[in-house]
């Protein structure tokens, strides 16, 4: 069976706290299988998975945030900004896909954008935030 995993989970950076990396390890199980309904051809599956993904994306998020704010983390809104640019962005991208069916779009994202992204906002915003809020436990 041909793989067509985005990224695999140890190449997922590990952060300090180990529910972050819990919630990261998710996230890109998520991804993958999106990735496997694509290569499917399975569209509702497809869907279900990001409105999963999207669900998964907010809780996880929102989860950082309150951390940052309640230890008041120096660089909040340095990494709450990426948070805000993220989420809406893979709102659009989930937005377009279901009014227009458009794979092309959505794969490019999936397969291509996300994850440089996330192996970037994971080994530089949530490294960091992880770090600092360890130190303070
Ligand atoms: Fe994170
Ligand atoms: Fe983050």
């Given at each position: 069976m041909?793989?067509?995993n985005?990224?695999?989970?140890?190449q997922?950076?590990?952060?300090?706290?180990?529910?972050?990396n819990?919630?990261?390890q998710e996230?890109?199980?998520?991804?993958?299988n999106?990735s496997?309904?694509?290569?499917d051809?399975?569209n509702i599956r497809?869907?279900?998975?990001?409105?999963?993904?999207?669900?998964?994306?907010?809780?996880?998020?929102a989860r950082?945030n309150?951390l940052?704010?309640?230890?008041?983390?120096p660089?909040?809104?340095?990494h709450?900004?990426?948070?805000?640019e993220?989420l809406?962005?893979?709102?659009?991208i989930?937005n377009d896909?279901?009014?227009s069916?458009?794979?092309?779009?959505?794969?490019?994202?999936?397969?291509d954008?996300?994850?440089?992204w996330?192996?970037?906002h994971i080994?530089t915003?949530?490294t960091i935030?992880?770090?600092?809020?360890?130190?303070c436990?």
């Amino acid at each position: 069976m041909k793989n067509y995993n985005v990224l695999e989970l140890d190449q997922v950076p590990q952060v300090a706290m180990d529910a972050m990396n819990a919630v990261h390890q998710e996230e890109l199980m998520i991804v993958n299988n999106i990735s496997a309904a694509i290569a499917d051809n399975d569209n509702i599956r497809i869907s279900k998975l990001c409105d999963q993904w999207l669900e998964h994306t907010i809780a996880h998020f929102a989860r950082e945030n309150t951390l940052m704010e309640t230890h008041a983390f120096p660089a909040f809104h340095c990494h709450h900004g990426e948070h805000i640019e993220a989420l809406a962005g893979l709102e659009a991208i989930i937005n377009d896909w279901k009014e227009s069916t458009d794979i092309e779009a959505l794969t490019n994202y999936v397969r291509d954008t996300w994850p440089g992204w996330y192996i970037n906002h994971i080994s530089t915003m949530d490294t960091i935030t992880s770090a600092f809020i360890k130190s303070c436990l």
